[in-house]
T-cell receptor, first 112, second 114 residues
């Protein structure tokens, strides 16, 4: 068990470009979460999957954001037409049922 | 709307001291509470999970308590070490079916001075 894996660890992009982050959860975990964290703040919930179904979305997840979890395995989070306000750490977590969450190392996005 | 507050925002202690970090939440209808550690630029490491029916959990030098009715949790760290220096975050999950989002505090930044 290698834990939750996220890729890339750091992405620098220009405003208006699209970016995609990938998360590989702990293999037996059926639940997967995305959070966003800005400097000095706690993580904020973005969205949640149970297997392949996206069951919960935050109002923070504007229509420029889309997340998928095909086949209930890895997940991707895509941000279209990035804005400077999207600069943040994007954290993925997984869990078995509503239990303990295990987070990855995060993907840091810098929008220039 | 659930709000989670962590006081103090920062804490500096000499090595070897015992210390307590505080977490308070406004809505006592929680399913569980989890404490995390975060090193600079890194993800979150789970420390302890307390279910709403539990009063405390222990792991090594760490002990977390939960008083749901008063909306408070504490994380006790015994015999602090420089390697304990990090930001400590607490998060609560709401009770009831259908919501799995954690609400986090802003964290307490701990510095343990050798």
């Amino acid at each position: 068990d290698t834990g939750v894996s996220q890729d890339p660890r750091h992405k620098i992009t220009k405003r208006g470009q699209n970016v995609t982050f990938r998360c590989d959860p702990i293999s037996e975990h059926n639940r997967l979460y995305w959070y966003r964290q800005t400097l000095g703040q706690g993580p904020e919930f973005l969205t949640y999957f149970q297997n392949e179904a996206q069951l919960e979305k935050s109002r923070l997840l504007s229509d420029r954001f889309s997340a998928e979890r095909p086949k209930g395995s890895f997940s991707t989070l895509e941000i279209q037409r990035t804005e400077q306000g999207d600069s943040a750490m994007y954290l993925c977590a997984s869990s078995l049922d509503p239990g303990e969450l295990f987070f990855g190392e995060g993907s840091r996005l810098t929008v220039l | 709307k659930q709000e989670v507050t962590q006081i103090p925002a920062a804490l500096s202690v000499p090595e070897g001291e015992n210390l307590v970090l505080n977490c308070s939440f406004t809505d006592s209808a929680i399913y569980n509470l989890q404490w995390f550690r975060q090193d600079p630029g890194k993800g979150l490491t789970s420390l302890l999970l307390i279910q709403s029916s539990q009063r405390e959990q222990t792991s090594g030098r760490l002990n977390a308590s939960l008083d749901k009715s008063s909306g408070r949790s504490t994380l006790y760290i015994a015999a602090s070490q420089p390697g304990d220096s990090a930001t400590y975050l607490c998060a609560v999950r709401p009770q009831g079916a259908g919501s799995y989002q954690l609400t986090f505090g802003k964290g307490t930044k701990l510095s343990v001075i050798p």
